[in-house]
């Protein structure tokens, strides 16, 4: 049996047209926005696994202060790996970059060219491409090394190096004052005689987990170290932070995105059921009729369905060629801008299409099938009747005796109190949104000025080995504590501090020797207390410590612990005046053979122009999602409260009351809600993002405290108020246009 009400989709569609194309205005921003950041997130992620076997890259390295002889390297091979020399020469250029130069590699870490060439003669360079744009050099511009002038002939990406991380306990990349660059056999013969470092990389014969490749570098270490050699660094690759960061990045990344994406879809979900219960009670009459004359509810389902699934499916077609079209450039330029890759090739992703197309479909069908399934369980006599809530208890209120307005607004409030109830929740949300793209800027200005106020000293010299210098003298160390919450095994600095130390003098150091003091980020980002135990790792003996929490020091600059200098040297079984590193104010006069690091108040405070850029990214992507579900939200929700009091606002009309009047009403009810909505968010936002913004910076090497400023909740009010304000506004025209005699017309 044909539906008749088939024939009135069209006037369904016209007659709620407002509603249904802000919706898929939502619908299609948000699609586009998921499937654009998706389509370039696991592209991203395919070419960089697909350019580490390619490519070569290798599974770990180390560093020794000289070179192997064939005889050791001879026995290393013995093991199932192949041996290659990486050796580097670290020169310094303007504005303070430090340029990591090699000579082109042809059996490991094999270099992608992105634009140009390679070096195949005197007095040519290629640097990597991140670091010359940042640094504004072009093809064919010359670059001081060393009193050499050199020709930039290309730009290229190395597998090893997708993050450009200096060192390894840096907490951020840096492609403004570092940088990689390839040369000539020839040049690097002229280099390396100035402050070279002979690093090996290792490539094994087999497949190796993690646990296996860790193991895999305890054995060439031992060889190392009986050998005579002295080692002063060494690393697997899922250690090696320039590798490992930026697939660390995409792992936070995506989670937090889908995140998003669902509970939008949800608020999205529910306002189709507020629209589609709205048309059921107005089409109450049509639906008793047909149900009394033998039409099903399987049939009426199909048809109220049929529209909705119509605009979600062409939603999603229109999202994801605009997310695959338009949208992969901004989001390609965001890891591009920050990470060293080589070209991008956008691949359609089947998954993607699935979470971005069929799952929002059928969320969407799933919702309003079981609404309407519910909402058509009533008898044919009460759609008659238009009393369509079945087996519900009636509920009086006494409203206060105040004037008629007030007590007419309380009336339309609790009569509308479901479509106030997804519009409170649709704030909230926006609200989160927009808190969360706003807050990014002062909470990483925050770190900084903690950072800045925490930093002792104007240097700090790591050693290779120990020389006679005028600074104060520490042991320094990288220790690993495994944090759970993470999955990974966090690097903590290890100070090991005299007891009359110039620049520590408010750190009362503890006596017992397996006492420690945390830093406060590390106490935050861990969640320990005073007299928790804390289990380290020395990644190259792989020794155990197990140390208690004497005390929390406020220092914001890393995750660090501090101990007396003698305590750590007992704990690394190192004489007890042992050192490696200095303390000073002033550049002291060391020898560059001897300098492993050399790290600057400067290079610390570095760091947070590549922050701020990297987050800031978001800024623009959050605020105008939230700015339009704000929009949308509003205007749906408060246009279908309207909608369903157009009788009673003609009435009010006959009756003597202006347009004016009447949107005093209504759109006051709707205020009130709003207001409440945008109060209660604030402190909502606030919680929920300590939550989210944990979860976003949990494989960070630092630690990020979530900071909102009181005028960024004045501006996330007031942008909620001027959204309503545009609403109504809009809303306005309608009352207006409402005819007077509408509720004559209608009264049975």
């Not at 002062?442 to 006679?468: A, C, D, F, W």
């Amino acid at each position: 049996m044909k539906n008749p009400l088939n024939k009135s989709l069209k006037k369904e569609f016209t007659d709620n047209l407002a509603r249904y194309l802000a919706l898929a205005l939502v619908m299609i921003v948000m699609i586009a926005t998921v499937s654009g950041f998706f389509s370039v997130a696991y592209s991203v992620n395919n070419l960089l696994k697909q350019n580490q076997d390619e490519c070569l890259v290798e599974d770990g390295q180390f560093t020794v202060l000289k070179p192997l002889t064939k005889e050791v390297i001879k026995e290393i091979e013995k093991e199932p790996v192949k041996l290659y020399e990486n050796f580097y020469s670290k020169q310094k250029i303007k504005n303070s970059a430090t340029l990591r130069i090699y000579q082109d590699r042809e059996n490991i870490n094999l270099v992608t060219v992105y634009q140009g060439k390679l070096p195949k003669k005197h007095q040519e360079i290629a640097l990597d491409r991140l670091f010359a744009i940042k640094n504004g050099y072009k093809i064919n511009d010359q670059i001081k090394v060393n009193g050499i002038k050199l020709t930039i002939v290309g730009y290229l990406s190395l597998p090893d190096y997708s993050s450009l991380i200096k060192d390894n306990s840096d907490l951020m990349m840096d492609p403004i004052h570092f940088g990689v660059a390839i040369v000539d056999e020839s040049d690097f013969a002229l280099l390396k005689e100035n402050n070279i470092n002979y690093t090996y990389s290792y490539k094994s014969n087999d497949d190796l987990s993690s646990k296996e490749n860790y193991d895999q570098l305890n054995q060439i270490r031992d060889i190392v170290v009986d050998s005579g050699c002295s080692l002063t660094g060494m690393m697997t690759q899922e250690m090696n932070q320039a590798i490992s960061f930026l697939p660390n990045d995409m792992g936070g990344d995506i989670p937090m995105m889908n995140m998003l994406f669902y509970i939008i879809l949800v608020i999205l979900a529910f306002i189709f059921v507020v629209i589609s219960q709205a048309i059921i009670e107005d089409q109450a009459t049509a639906i008793g009729t047909l149900l009394a004359n033998g039409y099903t509810k399987q049939e009426l389902i199909h048809h109220y369905l049929t529209l909705v699934m119509i605009i979600v499916f062409v939603s999603g077609l229109v999202g994801n060629v605009i997310g695959y079209t338009i949208m992969p450039s901004f989001f390609s330029n965001m890891y591009y801008n920050s990470y060293c890759l080589p070209p991008l090739q956008l691949k359609f992703i089947p998954s993607v299409f699935v979470n971005t197309t069929v799952i929002p479909f059928l969320v969407i069908l799933i919702v309003n099938y079981l609404m309407l399934w519910h909402k058509l369980n009533i008898s044919p006599l009460k759609f008659l009747r238009q009393d369509l809530h079945e087996n519900k208890k009636s509920h009086y209120i006494h409203l206060k005796q105040t004037s008629f307005i007030k007590r007419y607004r309380q009336r339309v409030i609790l009569q509308n109190k479901g479509s106030y109830l997804v519009l409170m929740i649709g704030i909230i949300f926006a609200s989160f949104l927009l808190t969360f793209g706003f807050c990014i800027t002062p909470s990483i200005e925050r770190y900084l000025e903690n950072m800045e106020n925490s930093i002792k000293t104007n240097y700090q010299y790591l050693l290779k080995v120990p020389v006679e210098a005028a600074g104060e003298k520490i042991t320094y160390t990288l220790l690993q504590t495994y944090f759970a919450a993470g999955e990974i095994d966090l690097d903590v600095s290890f100070y090991g501090l005299d007891d009359n130390s110039i620049y520590y003098a408010d750190i009362d150091l503890p006596k017992e020797k397996d006492q420690i003091i945390i830093s406060y980020d590390f106490a935050k980002k861990v969640g320990l207390e005073k007299g928790d135990k804390v289990t380290f790792t020395n990644q190259y003996t792989e020794q155990e410590y197990q140390l208690k929490v004497f005390d929390i020091y406020n220092s914001r600059t890393n995750i660090s612990v501090y101990m007396s200098r003698e305590s750590l040297n007992n704990l690394l079984e190192e004489d007890l005046n042992y050192y490696n590193s200095y303390l000073s104010d002033q550049k002291l006069n060391i020898d560059k053979k001897y300098l492993s690091t050399m790290i600057t108040r400067t290079d610390m405070l570095k760091i947070g122009d590549q922050m701020t850029e990297t987050f800031s990214q978001m800024i623009p992507i959050m605020s105008g999602i939230a700015i339009v579900i704000y929009l949308v939200v509003m205007y749906i929700l408060t246009k279908l409260v309207l909608d369903r009091n157009t009788n009673y606002m003609s009435f009010l009309k006959v009756i003597g009351y202006n347009s004016q009047e009447i949107a005093k009403i209504y759109l006051k009810a709707t205020a009130l809600v709003v207001v409440f909505s945008l109060l209660i968010s604030l402190p909502i936002c606030k919680y929920g993002l300590e939550i989210l913004f944990i979860q976003a910076m949990m494989r960070f090497a630092g630690y990020i405290e979530i900071y909102i400023p009181t005028y960024l909740y004045v501006m996330i009010f007031t942008v909620g108020l001027i959204t309503y304000f545009v609403v109504n506004w809009l809303l306005n025209k309608q009352i207006q246009r409402i005819d007077l005699g509408k509720s004559l017309k209608e009264t049975e």
